[in-house]
């Protein structure tokens, strides 16, 4: 069974930066996986932020956070990581990570469309920016 275990978050400054890990368990070594990053604000709709695949260069960023934050992986150890530059107060959400065993998406597809699609999501971290 797939699972994802997050940590990472909390308060930071406008300007300041975060790192979020997301670490999967019970994905074989062999089996190729989409790990997307996605985020829920107070009062909006849950939206794709990054991506990542595991055995190619696929990646696909939210235009919103393009050029701040960039998501990285250890494939060794199954993890992803989100690190998030210049944070905005805007970016202040619930941050999730999420993938699909059914297959694995494209990472465009994962952060424009999958957030009602991906089955197994983990359990969620806050990330305030605040001053």
């Known amino acids: 069974q797939v699972q994802l275990v997050q940590s990472g978050g909390g308060l930071v400054q406008p300007g300041g930066s975060l790192r979020l890990s997301c670490a999967a368990s019970?994905?074989?070594?062999?089996?190729?996986?989409?790990i997307g990053w996605f985020r829920q604000a107070p009062g909006k709709e849950r939206e794709g932020v990054a991506c990542?695949?595991?055995?190619?260069?696929?990646?696909y960023y939210a235009d919103s956070v393009k050029g701040r934050f960039t998501v990285s992986r250890d494939n060794a150890n199954q993890s992803v990581f989100l690190h998030m530059n210049s944070l905005k107060p805007e970016d202040t959400a619930v941050y999730y990570c999420?993938?699909?065993?059914?297959?694995?998406?494209?990472?465009?597809?994962?952060?424009?469309?999958?957030?009602?699609?991906?089955?197994?999501w983990g359990q969620g971290t806050l990330v305030t920016v605040s001053s």
């Open positions: 990542i695949r595991r055995f190619d260069s696929d990646t």
């Open positions: 999420a993938t699909d065993v059914r297959e694995p998406l494209v990472c465009r597809a994962m952060v424009t469309w999958a957030a009602g699609y991906v089955e197994v």
């Open positions: 019970g994905f074989t070594p062999n089996d190729d996986y989409t």
